[in-house]
């Protein structure tokens, strides 16, 4: 069974601009959670969504936005881009259970 | 509100030097806590998953076990390719995604 993808794999972004991420969950997952890992905060959870709409939000501000298609893949878009968002972008998915899964990440590097 | 810390927060052993990770967590309502492994540049990698105090659960060298206020990963024997980032996450309350992760402890097993 093939894993949780992410594409792009690195981005190099100028402030101000926006970005768009993909996540492809493992086949027969519904649920798609985002999360930022940086050197300074670890991993902090951004949001999940499950069948198309956003079940839970972390605290981060208004210019992180996501959704989610009817094949379960997902986006998240991050609007005026400031240095503070580069970071690693990381997708998991879920069936039923609890155990998540991870993608390879999205390496933002905002400039 | 919910927290989870690790320690040490790096650890340099020997090869066939035994050892133990902690995590501490505060969290309402705990459905589960997971370890993760995380090498440089890539996305966790699912390890265990304990949901009761008392559970232990092994892979290969490791063995991660829980009480009600902390849960330990104990490695036998390392070797260098157990060198990786361990992380520890919460998941509290009702059917959610999002997880609570500790900052890891960066594991280096020499040869």
């Known amino acids: 069974k093939a894993g949780v993808t992410q594409t792009p794999r690195y981005l190099i972004k100028t402030r101000g601009q926006q970005v768009t991420l993909s996540c492809s969950p493992i086949?027969?997952?519904?649920?798609v959670s985002w999360y930022q890992q940086t050197p300074g905060q670890g991993l902090q959870f951004l949001f999940e969504?499950?069948?198309?709409?956003?079940?839970n939000k972390g605290n981060f501000p208004g210019r992180f936005s996501g959704r989610q298609f009817s094949n379960s893949r997902s986006e998240m878009n991050v609007s005026t881009l400031e240095l503070g968002d580069s970071a690693l972008y990381l997708c998991?998915?879920?069936?039923?259970?609890?155990?998540?899964?991870f993608g390879p990440g999205t390496r933002l590097t905002v400039t | 509100e919910d927290q989870v810390t690790q320690s040490p927060e790096a650890l340099r052993l020997q090869e066939g030097e035994s050892s133990s990770l902690n995590c501490s967590y505060t969290v309402s309502g705990l459905r589960g806590l997971f370890w993760y492994r995380q090498d440089p540049g890539k996305g966790p990698e699912f390890l265990f998953t304990l949901y009761s105090a008392g559970e232990e659960k092994e892979k290969e060298r490791l063995k991660a076990t829980l009480t009600k206020k902390e849960s330990f990963l104990h490695i036998t024997a390392p070797k260098p390719e157990d060198s990786a980032t361990y992380l520890c996450a919460v998941q509290a309350g009702s059917n959610t995604g999002k997880l609570i992760f500790g900052q890891g402890t960066t594991l280096q097993v020499k040869p």
């Open positions: 998991a998915s879920r069936s039923t259970g609890v155990e998540q899964y």
């Open positions: 086949s027969g997952h519904r649920s």
């Open positions: 969504y499950f069948s198309e709409t956003q079940r």
